[in-house]
Structure formats: structure tokens, C-alpha cells
């Protein structure tokens, strides 16, 4: 039973980091010092949701990952491709956009997987505040990109 539980709290930190990694990216690469400000700081909201589930992780005896996926190394190419393309903030925006819906939809399925204990469950639902608040600052975010 832990096994299964550890084994998708790991998919949840992996891409979890995979996000970190992704906002940081995106402020290295953001054109507006306000946007690099902003994808610092959920960053670091980001990665403190990641020590959440790992702290979680090891109470159940797991050794929680520590790195982010091959997948998110690519999708991190692909969005600097296209900001080298001319896509700019726009296109930052736009690949953070996508990699915000991947996690949320990663968290959705583990919020209906009845294998997972009610304590873990409640975890996972304080680690998803972070995503709940990217998704809305990404939604804000791509309508004043839109409006300019």
C-alpha cells in the first residue's frame, strides 16, 4: 500500500520540480522584469510544495526524487525555440500555460486514486494550493499579454 502511495507522491515531486525548473527557466529568459520577478517567486512556491510532498514521502519510508523528468528538460528546449523565434514573453507565457494544465491534470489524478490514504490526500491538497495559484496567475497573465 505505501509503495503505491510513494510512488505517486514521486510522479507528483518530479513533476513538481520539472515545474521549479520551468519557472526559473522562464525568468532567465522573460523580457519584462515584472514577469522575472513573478515566475522567481512562484518558483519558490513551487519548490516549497516540492519539500512538502517529499517531507511526506519519507514519513511513509520513501526516498523522495530529488530531480525532474527528461520531459521537462524537452519542454523547456521547445519553449526556447520559440522565444528565439520571436515569441517572447507571449511565448513564455504560452509554454508555462501548458506546463501548468500537464501538473494540474497530474494532481487531479491523484486526488480520485482511493488508494491513497486520507492523510496523504490532505498533503497533497495543500502541495496543489501552489498549482491552484499558477493557474490563476498564468490565466491573468495571458489576458494582459492578450490586451497589449
Given at each position: 500500500m505505501n509503495n503505491h502511495v510513494i510512488s505517486k507522491?514521486?510522479?507528483?515531486?518530479?513533476?513538481?520540480?520539472?515545474?521549479?525548473?520551468?519557472?526559473?527557466?522562464?525568468?532567465?529568459?522573460?523580457?519584462?522584469?515584472?514577469f522575472e520577478t513573478l515566475f522567481r517567486d512562484l518558483a519558490?512556491?513551487?519548490?516549497?510544495?516540492?519539500?512538502?510532498?517529499q517531507e511526506r514521502s519519507r514519513a511513509l519510508g520513501g526516498k523522495p526524487n530529488e530531480f525532474g523528468s527528461a520531459a521537462g528538460t524537452v519542454h523547456r528546449r521547445i519553449e526556447d525555440i520559440h522565444v528565439?523565434?520571436?515569441?517572447?514573453?507571449?511565448?513564455?507565457?504560452?509554454?508555462?500555460?501548458r506546463g501548468e494544465d500537464y501538473l494540474n491534470e497530474e494532481?487531479?489524478?491523484?486526488?480520485?486514486?482511493?488508494?491513497?490514504?486520507?492523510e496523504t490526500q490532505a498533503v497533497v491538497r495543500r502541495a496543489h494550493d501552489s498549482v491552484r495559484?499558477?493557474?490563476?496567475?498564468?490565466?491573468q497573465l495571458k489576458q494582459q499579454v492578450a490586451a497589449a
Open positions: 507522491l514521486d510522479d507528483l515531486i518530479t513533476t513538481l520540480i520539472d515545474s521549479v525548473k520551468g519557472y526559473e527557466h522562464s525568468a532567465d529568459k522573460a523580457k519584462s522584469p515584472a519558490a512556491e513551487r519548490q516549497s510544495a516540492v519539500a512538502l510532498l528565439a523565434l520571436g515569441g517572447g514573453d507571449k511565448a513564455i507565457i504560452q509554454a508555462i500555460d494532481f487531479e489524478r491523484v486526488f480520485k486514486d482511493e488508494a491513497i490514504d486520507a495559484h499558477g493557474l490563476t496567475t498564468v490565466e
